[in-house]
């Protein structure tokens, strides 16, 4: 699970400040995506990509941008953080070995609260 | 629209005891389903598929299309299982979204 890196750890932000998460993998596959986790919700998808330049949406993506230029890299993006988006959030990459598509290694996470 | 439904926020049991977690699911078409855990301060990690038909840690999951569960069971719980637990489908062979529930966490008590 090395493979799969997100940084920051940990951030805090005001209502109405954006920030990137930041996604990177060195498995070169194509299909990244990401996910929050909120208690009693479990993992709900925000964003996903098929590969470079082609993003598409998950269940809840309002309030997110995606963009994939690279292969190794898929960042997140808030443009006006709510308190809504108070979350920890999850980058994945599909298992390279097996291809299949609910097999993925997931990332350490990105713990996020917004004030 | 596809759905994973797990019934029990919380599950504690005691060391040696059988656990149950229980995963029920909606979907129109051919389901995958798998269970995935997160250890306290660890990632989130696929414990095991239902197409592979494996055991995984004394884990089993059978996938049950009358009742249109995915249960996972462990004869003899060990404290070391203590986790967050995750069921999850994702749609046919050519979907592309995997769709989790809400999260079981277990408690094995010594």
């Known amino acids: 699970n090395a493979g799969v890196t997100q940084t920051p750890k940990f951030q805090v932000l005001k209502t109405g400040q954006s920030m990137t998460l930041q996604c990177a993998q060195d498995?070169?596959?194509?299909?990244m995506s990401w996910y929050r986790q909120d208690p009693g919700m479990g993992l709900r998808l925000i964003h996903y990509?098929?590969?470079?330049?082609?993003?598409d949406q998950g269940e809840v993506p309002n309030g997110y941008n995606v963009s994939r230029s690279t292969t190794e890299d898929f960042p997140l993006r808030l443009l006006s953080a709510a308190p809504s988006q108070t979350s920890v959030y999850f980058c994945?990459?599909?298992?390279?070995?097996?291809?299949?598509?609910?097999?993925?290694?997931f990332g350490p996470g990105t713990r996020l609260t917004v004030l | 629209a596809q759905r994973v439904t797990q019934p029990e926020k919380l599950l504690s049991v005691f060391k040696g005891a059988p656990v149950e977690l229980k995963c029920n699911y909606s979907?129109?078409?051919?389901?995958?389903l798998f269970w995935y855990v997160q250890y306290s301060r660890q990632r989130l990690q696929l414990l095991l598929r239902?197409?592979s038909r494996e055991s995984i840690k004394g884990f089993t999951a059978d996938l049950n299309k009358g009742e249109t569960s995915f249960h996972l069971k462990k004869p003899f719980a060990q404290e070391e299982d203590s986790a967050m637990y995750y069921c999850?489908?994702?749609?046919?062979?050519?979907?592309?979204?995997?769709?989790f529930g809400e999260g079981t966490q277990l408690t094995v008590n010594p």
């Open positions: 994945a990459v599909r298992n390279p070995l097996s291809g299949r598509a609910g097999e993925q290694f």
């Open positions: 498995m070169n596959h194509e299909y």
């Open positions: 990509s098929v590969g470079a330049g082609i993003t």
């Open positions: 979907y129109s078409g051919s389901p995958e």
């Open positions: 239902h197409i």
């Open positions: 999850a489908l994702i749609s046919g062979t050519s979907g592309s979204r995997l769709t």
